[in-house]
């Protein structure tokens, strides 16, 4: 298996598909059996025993035309969250954000068929599969960087918008970090929502990124902008952070993802022109006073 990061004890990463090759799956039992309190036995009464109980295989929601676009994003949420986050320590399915669209609802598909437990944003990926008939949903990928005790830790769910609401579908280690019902006025309750949330986790949000409409054509060879506008908590006012929120509402509301790609990119050669002009410079934004809450209760890893 072609997994880079075995010898230096990264994450492990399925890149050579199914079935999952034996040297990959070995170095994910070794690291199960290192941390495990049973070490070998916990292996052992698993591995090879034909008497365990059968899992059930989720079944993919039948979404029917005249179900409220609530229930729909409630169903697709529950068959996510029946798949189960992924704590063995393997990520099953690689996701190269690069690639077309087209080809990363391919590897939602082969989500759907191996129906194994996923992380946030394998959870990304099948969301905007399951969601792609929704025509009148934007969906948009929303990327939180927090932190912990000196540790950065990152974690992504997919936006929603619809009816003058907004929501998002996700997964995670935490409940309060994964799916929000679509009930939020504005983009800045739903952001504020998730930092609170974090904050209940003993973590603070330091970075948001928000990336661009995602197409409803799943055969589009267009790759996702997954950072379209950055906001740092703390940098600026809570007012800035509002008009901020409120101008990429604005534009979900009144433009395509084309459209707003390339206001971006006519914004970024602008600043490349000027004097001293940065052309790594995005829209920051944001401001959160973040407490540090109750250590005893502290979440290490939040996602």
């Known amino acids: 298996a072609v ?20 040297a990959l799956w070995n170095t994910m039992w070794t690291r199960a059996e290192a941390i495990h309190p049973n070490r070998r036995s916990m292996s052992k ?37 029946e798949l189960q986050y992924d704590y063995t320590g393997l990520q099953f399915f690689e996701i190269r954000k690069n690639r077309p669209l087209c080809r990363l609802m391919d590897v939602a598909k082969t989500i759907i068929k191996e129906s194994l437990p996923i992380k946030c944003l394998e959870a990304v990926i099948l969301s905007i599969y399951l969601t792609s008939d929704l025509s009148g949903v934007n969906r948009f990928p929303v990327a939180f960087r927090s932190k912990f005790e000196g540790e950065t830790y990152k974690h992504i769910v997919l936006g929603v918008y619809y009816n003058g609401r907004f929501g998002a579908l996700g997964l995670s280690r935490r409940n309060t970090l994964m799916y929000k019902e679509l009930r939020f006025k504005t983009l800045l309750d739903l952001l504020n929502h998730y930092i609170s949330s974090y904050k209940d986790c003993c973590h603070t949000v330091d970075r948001i990124k928000l990336g661009l409409p995602v197409s409803h054509d799943k055969q589009s060879m267009e790759s996702i902008l997954w950072k ?3 906001i740092r908590p703390g940098r600026v006012s809570h007012k800035e952070f509002s008009q901020q929120c409120d101008t990429f509402s604005r534009q979900l509301r009144g433009q395509t993802a084309h459209q707003m790609k390339y206001a971006k990119q006519s914004r970024d050669a602008a600043m490349e022109q000027r004097p001293g002009g940065n052309s790594g410079t995005t829209s920051d934004s944001s401001d959160i006073t973040s407490g540090s809450g109750s250590r005893t209760k502290a979440l290490k890893n939040s996602r």
Request: net charge positive; charged share 15%.
């Open 3 to 22: 997994v880079s990061t075995q010898s230096t004890g990264g994450p492990l990463v399925n890149k050579d598909g199914f079935p999952i090759h034996p």
């Open 45 to 81: 009464g698993i591995r090879g025993n034909v008497d365990l109980p059968q899992v059930p295989i989720p079944v993919p929601p039948t979404l029917r035309s005249a179900q409220p676009v609530p229930e729909k994003l409630w169903l697709i949420q529950k068959y996510m969250s």
């Open 228 to 230: 379209y506008m950055v």
